[in-house]
């Protein structure tokens, strides 16, 4: 027969409590940690790397492509322990969502003149975000990709 429960009695030992110093709660800690915001931590990112003469390129490069309304923001995410830099073209293109194909050679001549920027040392990421309405998760995720064909390869 099983033991009562004594209410006196805590239910699990003092070292294993969720709250005890030697088991801290995981759940309550960071991704990126240290209480920073995700900004924060991202402006301090390029900052420690020296990546704003770069960021304010992509962003001179962005606004005359896509024009005055296009932003550049980066973003830190984390994957593990290593951090990745991505920084979002945000075009600002309402037409984008209806008319895609009217979008892309814009889109096009911006991946032509960002590939003759001279990049810096650190693993980043850029993503385009068509259009405000499109979700920041698609904006983080890239959405550009090159899939050779037949007949790029022969």
Same mark, same amino acid.
């Given at each position: 027969?099983?033991?009562?429960?004594?209410?006196?009695?805590?239910?699990?030992?003092?070292?294993?409590?969720?709250?005890?110093?030697?088991?801290?709660?995981?759940?309550? /800690?960071?991704?990126? !940690?240290?209480?920073? %915001?995700?900004?924060? &931590?991202? +402006?301090?990112?390029v *900052?420690?790397? $020296?990546?704003?003469?770069?960021? /304010?390129?992509?962003? !001179?490069?962005?606004? %005359?492509?896509?024009? &005055?309304? +296009?932003t550049?923001? *980066?973003?830190? $995410?984390?994957?593990?322990?290593?951090?990745?830099l991505?920084?979002?073209?945000?075009?600002?293109?309402?037409?984008?969502?209806?008319?895609? *194909?009217?979008?892309?050679?814009?889109?096009?001549?911006?991946?032509?003149?960002?590939?003759?920027?001279?990049?810096?040392?650190?693993?980043?990421?850029?993503?385009?975000?068509?259009?405000?309405?499109?979700?920041?998760?698609?904006?983080?995720?890239?959405?550009?990709?090159?899939?050779?064909?037949?007949?790029?390869?022969?």
């Amino acid at each position: 027969m099983p033991e009562p429960l004594d209410p006196d009695r805590p239910a699990t030992p003092t070292g294993d409590a969720p709250g005890s110093p030697d088991r801290p709660d995981r759940r309550r /800690r960071r991704v990126l !940690g240290s209480g920073r %915001s995700p900004r924060v &931590a991202a +402006a301090q990112f390029v *900052a420690r790397h $020296r990546m704003e003469p770069f960021h /304010r390129s992509l962003a !001179g490069l962005a606004t %005359s492509v896509f024009g &005055a309304e +296009a932003t550049v923001v *980066a973003h830190l $995410r984390a994957d593990g322990r290593k951090q990745l830099l991505t920084f979002v073209v945000d075009a600002a293109d309402p037409t984008a969502t209806v008319d895609y *194909a009217q979008f892309l050679p814009r889109e096009h001549s911006f991946w032509t003149a960002y590939a003759r920027l001279p990049k810096p040392d650190v693993p980043f990421t850029v993503a385009i975000r068509p259009a405000r309405g499109w979700c920041r998760s698609e904006a983080l995720a890239p959405f550009f990709a090159y899939l050779p064909t037949r007949d790029d390869v022969m």
